[in-house]
Each structure stands twice: as structure tokens, then as C-alpha cells.
């Protein structure tokens, strides 16, 4: 367990190093005093989460947080046996918020089961968006922790899911040919 611990570490202290550029991207812009002190949200944790969207965003137009999204999807499909479109939203929310990963399968919502809106409800809920996450962070919590609860939540909110609410009816969105919309 020890390897698992250190890669989640050594990742954990990526996301605080990389989201630390924004303080100093908010002491340009504010000044140095404003960002420093103490209790000031809207300097130092609104400039956090700015930061990460804007990070998101730009990923997302280059179309690598697409890759990402669609790999980690698989690898859940694979493993949990869930449809394509209930693993493409639990792998997007761990970056991406509950209102912004449903997005990425507009076209298939109106397709879906019963069950499956539940998963991707229950799938939203149960994680945190990486903007929040990143507010987080900057409030001090550690982010290994988060990081590390963040990707077990994907596959515990499916199992959870199909659990509650198992599927009845037949499924129009189990086929491999989802594509995600380019930017």
C-alpha cells in the first residue's frame, strides 16, 4: 500500500504546487498585500478557483481533457460493467462539476434509463468538482486526501447506484460508438 500512498502523495503535492502559481498570478494583479493577508475570500480562494477553471477550460479546448475523460470512462465501463455514458460522467466529475459533466453527453440524455439518470445523479453527488476541490486545498486540507477520495467516489457512487436503483429496462446508450462533442 505504500506505492499507492506515495503516487497519490507525490500527486497531491503537484496539485498544491500548481495551484499555488495562482496566488502568485493574484499578488500581480491585487497586490501582494490584499492576497496575503489573511481572510480575504474573494483575493485569495476566488483567484484559486478562477485558476483551475480557466486551466479546465483551456484543456478542454485543446481536447486532452476529453481524452482523459473517455480513457478513465473506459476503464470504469470495463471494470464496473456500467453503460458508456454512466462511466464518461462518473470519470468527469472528478474534475469537472455536476452541472458541467453532463454536458459532455448532451446529445444521449434524452436516451437514457431511469437507472442511468440515477447514476449520474448519484455520481455528481457524491464527488467534489475540481474547483472546489482546489478551494479546498487552499484552505489547507491536504490534497492527497482529496485527490485520493475524489477518484474512489467514481466507482463507489456507480456501485452504490445500481445497488439502489438496478437496471430494468433496456439500455440505448451501451454501445461503444459515444463521441464526445469537440471544443
Same mark, same amino acid.
Given at each position: 500500500?505504500?506505492v499507492?500512498?506515495?503516487?497519490?502523495?507525490?500527486?497531491?503535492?503537484?496539485?498544491?504546487?500548481?495551484l499555488?502559481?495562482?496566488?502568485?498570478?493574484?499578488?500581480?494583479?491585487?497586490?501582494?498585500?490584499?492576497?496575503?493577508?489573511?481572510?480575504?475570500?474573494?483575493?485569495?480562494?476566488?483567484?484559486?478557483?478562477?485558476?483551475?477553471?480557466?486551466?479546465?477550460?483551456?484543456?478542454?479546448?485543446?481536447?486532452?481533457?476529453?481524452?482523459? @475523460? /473517455?480513457?478513465?470512462?473506459?476503464?470504469?465501463? *470495463?471494470?464496473?460493467?456500467?453503460?458508456?455514458?454512466?462511466? =464518461?460522467? %462518473? &470519470?468527469?466529475?472528478?474534475?469537472?462539476?455536476?452541472?458541467?459533466?453532463?454536458?459532455l453527453?448532451?446529445?444521449?440524455?434524452?436516451?437514457?434509463?431511469?437507472s442511468?439518470?440515477?447514476?449520474?445523479?448519484?455520481?455528481?453527488?457524491?464527488?467534489?468538482?475540481?474547483? @472546489? /476541490?482546489?478551494?479546498?486545498?487552499?484552505?489547507? *486540507?491536504?490534497?492527497?486526501?482529496?485527490?485520493?477520495?475524489s =477518484?474512489? %467516489? &467514481?466507482?463507489?457512487?456507480?456501485?452504490?447506484?445500481?445497488?439502489?436503483?438496478?437496471?430494468t429496462e433496456?439500455?440505448?446508450?451501451?454501445?461503444?460508438?459515444?463521441?464526445?462533442?469537440?471544443?
Amino acid at each position: 500500500w505504500e506505492v499507492g500512498r506515495s503516487i497519490f502523495e507525490c500527486i497531491g503535492d503537484k496539485v498544491a504546487t500548481f495551484l499555488n502559481y495562482s496566488a502568485d498570478g493574484a499578488s500581480f494583479v491585487y497586490g501582494d498585500f490584499i492576497v496575503r493577508q489573511e481572510g480575504v475570500f474573494a483575493f485569495a480562494v476566488l483567484s484559486v478557483i478562477y485558476f483551475f477553471s480557466f486551466f479546465i477550460s483551456i484543456l478542454y479546448y485543446l481536447g486532452a481533457m476529453q481524452w482523459v @475523460v /473517455l480513457k478513465l470512462g473506459w476503464i470504469l465501463q *470495463a471494470l464496473l460493467g456500467t453503460t458508456v455514458c454512466e462511466s =464518461v460522467i %462518473a &470519470a468527469a466529475n472528478i474534475f469537472l462539476g455536476m452541472s458541467e459533466s453532463p454536458l459532455l453527453i448532451r446529445p444521449y440524455i434524452k436516451d437514457l434509463t431511469h437507472s442511468e439518470v440515477h447514476s449520474i445523479m448519484t455520481s455528481g453527488f457524491a464527488t467534489v468538482s475540481g474547483t @472546489v /476541490l482546489a478551494a479546498y486545498i487552499s484552505f489547507g *486540507a491536504e490534497p492527497a486526501h482529496l485527490i485520493t477520495a475524489s =477518484v474512489m %467516489a &467514481a466507482p463507489a457512487a456507480l456501485c452504490f447506484a445500481k445497488l439502489i436503483y438496478p437496471e430494468t429496462e433496456q439500455s440505448k446508450t451501451r454501445s461503444d460508438n459515444i463521441q464526445m462533442e469537440e471544443s
